[in-house]
């Protein structure tokens, strides 16, 4: 890193920013930016969710830390700079209090850290732009702080140009969903669920979105066949569905997926209330005199959907096993 006449570190050429509306792509761009401009040992885009700090993008190899890294946000340098307890830029973070307070109990050495909030539409919080360095630096660092500052906002502004176009794709997916329901169910069926998930992946990996995947496989179907015919295994999963349909939330997705099986995606959901959701959906089911057996996995950008879903799934039949006194079960592909 070149150094000023004041002895502080000095602006870099840095490659020009090319305009983009996705987020995930302006984060990766500003980043490259940014480790030119103010070298630092790591930059990140991080979203602040369910009181953790998600990296969403991240350069830099002082750390070991990667996309998708979940950390405690109440531990974090970043809390207290969006707090305004401490300033944006600390070239050496054991002058700041508050920083070398959070410094000295972590497993790592940070010695200089930059930071400034990314903010949704209407104003709260969504992230942050952050630079951490195991190494202090000069006290010209500070004299950068309009250019953090300024890409935060242009993140800002794609994220909520990106949430308009989502949304708008979003409303469109909605209405195609109509040639992609169950006839039995009025539900989505299988291919309007694979349709989903492959569209949704881009964005929850975009945003960082939470999210929780239920699978439901119902008990005793072959058997009320078998016993009363068809009609009636009919009318039974007819009263799953029903069920199932009013433990969810409107912006969830609830999908039949084969003859007992039905899918759901609790969008925003936490892991906490994926297992309350399970509780609710379970209780519903017994009152409608339906029995089933469940398994939920909470979304991650690393695994995606294909990985939470083969998780959930486990987490079904394993319940169902252990109701049965059964085997283990083989792994079955999705």
Not at 193 to 205: A, I, P, S, V
Not at 270 to 282: H, N
């Amino acid at each position: 890193m070149a150094t000023g006449s004041d002895g502080g570190a000095s602006l870099q050429v840095a490659p020009p920013l090319q305009p983009t509306r996705s987020f995930d792509t302006a984060c990766a761009r500003v980043i490259d930016y940014l480790c030119t401009a103010i070298p630092m040992g790591t930059w990140a885009v991080t979203r602040i969710v369910d009181g953790r700090q998600l990296i969403l993008t991240v350069r830099g190899d002082s750390y070991e830390v990667g996309d998708g890294t979940s950390l405690p946000f109440s531990d974090s340098m970043c809390r207290v700079m969006v707090a305004g307890d401490a300033p944006r830029i600390a070239p050496d973070v054991a002058g700041v209090p508050a920083y070398a307070r959070i410094a000295g109990e972590l497993p790592f050495d940070i010695n200089a850290y930059v930071g400034t909030p990314i903010v949704w539409p209407d104003g709260t919080l969504f992230g942050t732009v952050c630079g951490f360095d195991p190494a202090t630096k000069p006290d010209g660092l500070r004299a950068h702080i309009p250019l953090p500052d300024l890409l935060s906002s242009l993140l800002s502004s794609v994220l909520e140009a990106d949430l308009g176009a989502t949304s708008a794709a979003r409303a469109a997916e909605i209405a195609r969903r109509e040639a992609d329901v169950d006839p039995l169910t009025g539900l989505l069926n299988r291919r309007g669920w694979n349709r989903f998930l492959t569209q949704e992946e881009h964005r929850f990996r975009r945003f960082g979105d939470s999210a929780s995947v239920v699978v439901i496989d119902l008990d005793n179907l072959k058997a009320v066949n078998d016993t009363w015919g068809h009609e009636a295994g009919d009318e039974y999963i007819l009263r799953a569905a029903r069920a199932l349909a009013s433990t969810v939330r409107s912006g969830d997705v609830l999908a039949r997926l084969g003859g007992d099986e039905f899918g759901v995606i609790a969008v925003g959901c936490t892991p906490e209330q994926g297992a309350e959701l399970v509780v609710r959906a379970s209780r519903a089911l017994s009152d409608a005199g339906v029995s089933g057996s469940f398994g939920h996995a909470p979304y991650s950008i690393v695994a995606g959907f294909p990985g939470e879903w083969r998780a959930a799934d486990e987490a079904m039949y394993e319940q169902k096993r252990r109701r049965r006194g059964g085997p283990p079960r083989p792994h079955r592909r999705s």
